[in-house]
């Protein structure tokens, strides 16, 4: 296990704070630059202004500042893909944090002046979204949000842990009793969620999860024998000495931490964090029979409950050195404030670049998503995070920006059809179309200038298609100390499905990237929907965890990117081509004219006729093989398709042949 607080990423994130200078980052260091944004509605959020008509003067309200000038996603992309996920997060942890503490110092430096007067306590710095929250009276919370550089100012609610959470047990807890746990070199069954996403495949060729942080952003956790050994440790930090000892902010976070309490409390008594845990990682411990997904993975717990608190804790499993994040909390149109889509989206944007993989469910409110009533009807039924665009852009989608999540739906594998809570997209990225839902929307909590990208326009533009892909529903999962189990149901149990069947193919081939996780989900998920590819309600279809290996194990990107289709400016330099998988393996890349289907044997290419071999050899001991093509004017105004195949004879003992990917040149 790894010392997370000095892990290689937080290392480098440290000394690339220390070395570089702000001009190297891109940044001004006056306080004048601010980004210019639209807004007809004042600072204060509703919520806020009724709250602080109704408080006495000396009332300390939970509040959050949004400051205005916000790194855009043009400042991370494509830079950052042509990096190792290692330097990714550290140069992204290092840019955010120097942003944030250029941007954030006249707000800091009123809130410190405020804390000396009493006015203002408990003020707390995020840096992946570029806010700050603290308890302050109305007078300070007015101060804070006059200044040029604050966007905006929100209550710091926290909703109904009912509301933000996106499942239910179908049964009443069972016991299992065992004689004598497992014995150490035992593997153990497959529970019903691992068949039923042929997780189980996956154990067979040896990937268990093994080397994988799972990052549960969830309700807490309780013990229990299938997750006892399961838990990351932070091994820095000495347990229940009351001492931050690793200077990371948290005190004895020693399996993670209590987001919504700020405590290391994790305990949930065995509610909806337990259960969402023990379908990642419950190892079988109890009964010899696992119902986690990636029985082999550790798991970090972050307890959450309001927005600020889930986005603390995705940026806690950025620093800590998560590999994949999940959660099964969403947050929804209807609530009161409805969910700031600006800041989800930008954190998004944050994690992503950071290459943190993130799942989410995507709500239980499908039965409203064609009321004409409610404000969760669509384009707004898919919550939020959820609602965020996948990182992996679908063909189905003309155009738009890319995301950091990857939504999951529910399908019920027993009835062989999608749950009905499951929600429906499109979403709409549109604050006009947002508005028909929810008519007070304010504007400084929308980007006008970066997330108007997917309109719906009732109808007549296809908005955001969601979810991304489906994840299977009522599987059995832990409960209650020490051993008892119960049925699931809703996206909160779909979302930690899909969450672990990544984790084994992170498992697999370590440097997956998120643009590598969707982009696996979306090609490889059997395609269940009424048109070919992927659609609302949906999505691409049900995840299957053995497809999606075989292809995890030879993934091909061209500049660093897996995408369905991407550019190349001409005299911008070569263009590179990378196969990612299996060490020490033959490989060869082709290119053709065209994606077309062309079986040649065992192996099923996506392209054809087929031009040039443009290289072939042996990948590396990471299972990398990389090659760089000239370009020529002559390529000007061309589209070709490209994709790779790999001799693999350590796990599959077959041809496996990669995604394909066009490239357009300009």
Known sequence: MPMASQSKPAVLAALLVAAWPAQLLGMQQQESRV?????????????????????????????????????????????????????????????????AQVSQRTLRSLLAESERTGEARSVRSNWVGNFVQCHATKATIERAAS?????????????????????????????????APMAATTLPAPGDGPVQTRAFVAWAYGFRGQGVVIANVDGGI???????????INQSEIPANGIDDDQNGFVDDVYGYAF???????????????????????????????????????LMTCRTLSETSQWNAIQYAIAMGADVQTSSFSYKANFTPPPDYRMHRDVAAASLAAGLIRVNSSGND??????????????????????????????????????????????????????????????????????????????AQWDLARHEDYPWQNGAQPGLVKPDVLGPTGTTTTSGSPCRTTVFSGTSNAAPCVAGVIALWKSANPSITPEDAAMLLHQTSLDLGSVPGKENRFGAGLVDAERGLRRALCI??????????????????PVRLQLDGVPNSLAVFAVAAQRMAQPIGSLQLGIGPIVDIVAFGVTDQDGDMTTTAPVGQWLQGLTVATQAVLFDQTHTNAL?????????FH
């Open 656 to 664: 496996l042949e990669s995604n394909v990917v066009e490239i357009s």
């Open 35 to 99: 980004a210019a944004q639209a807004s007809e509605a004042p600072k204060l959020d509703a919520t806020l202004r009724d709250r602080m008509v109704a408080a006495p003067e000396d009332a300390f309200l939970p509040v959050w500042f949004a400051l205005s000038d916000r790194l855009p996603d043009t400042h991370w992309f494509p830079r950052v893909q042509s990096l190792s996920l290692e330097q990714r997060r550290a140069t992204v942890m290092a840019e955010l944090k120097a942003h």
């Open 556 to 573: 091909h990107r061209i500049d660093g990117d897996p995408a369905y289709h991407t550019s190349h400016p001409i005299g911008s330099g």
């Open 147 to 179: 200044l040029p550089t604050v966007a905006y100012a929100r209550l710091d609610s926290e909703p109904e842990r009912e509301a933000v959470e996106d499942g239910s047990t179908h049964a009443p807890f069972a016991e299992l009793h065992t004689a």
């Open 260 to 298: 919504d309490t700020n405590t290391s409390q994790l305990d949930d008594g065995g509610g909806h964090g337990t259960m969402t845990a023990g379908l990642l990682v419950g190892d079988g411990s109890c009964s010899g029979i696992a119902h986690g997904q990636a029985p082999a993975a550790q």
């Open 222 to 232: 309780a013990q229990h024998n299938d997750l006892d050994a399961r838990r990351w």
């Open 366 to 443: 499908g039965a409203f998503a064609a009321d004409p009533t409610s404000a969760l009807r669509v384009a707004c039924n898919i919550a939020a995070p959820a609602c965020v665009p996948s990182p992996y852009l679908d063909p189905v989608q003309s155009s738009g920006g890319r995301g950091g999540v990857i939504a999951v739906g529910a399908f019920r594998m027993a009835q062989n059809a999608i749950d009905p809570v499951s929600p429906s997209g499109p979403f709409a990225w549109s604050l006009a179309d947002v508005r028909q839902n929810v008519p007070a929307y304010p504007a």
